[in-house]
């Protein structure tokens, strides 16, 4: 039976330098039906590729057991905030 679990994470009073670095990994994430999490791992020039973070063995050994999805993410100027990290069964 697959069990979810869901995570909400929000920075307040984060500095310039520290939104300017999620926004960067904001845009590391594919568009698609989900966001994959893993996705932010992928850097250009680095030997990581989406195809790997895709694969069962790296997310057991980097995320865990569960799919991790962003379901919802937020840029404001007083917070930065991720909503519904869904972590759910393979």
């Known amino acids: 039976m697959a069990n979810y679990v869901s995570?909400?994470?929000t920075f307040?009073?984060?500095e310039d330098k520290t939104k300017k670095r999620l926004k960067e990994l904001y845009k590391r994430i594919r568009e698609g039906e989900r966001e994959w999490l893993g996705d932010i791992f992928v850097e250009e020039g680095k030997d990581l590729t989406y195809e790997e973070t895709e694969q069962y063995s790296w997310t057991i050994d980097n995320l865990g057991s569960k799919w991790v999805y962003i379901e919802d993410k937020e840029e404001d100027e007083e917070y930065e905030n991720y909503n519904d990290f869904e972590?759910?069964?393979k």
Do not use: F
Request: proline share 0%; aromatic share 0%; charged share 35%.
């Open 87 to 89: 972590k759910e069964d």
């Open 7 to 9: 995570t909400n994470i």
């Open 12 to 14: 307040n009073n984060i």
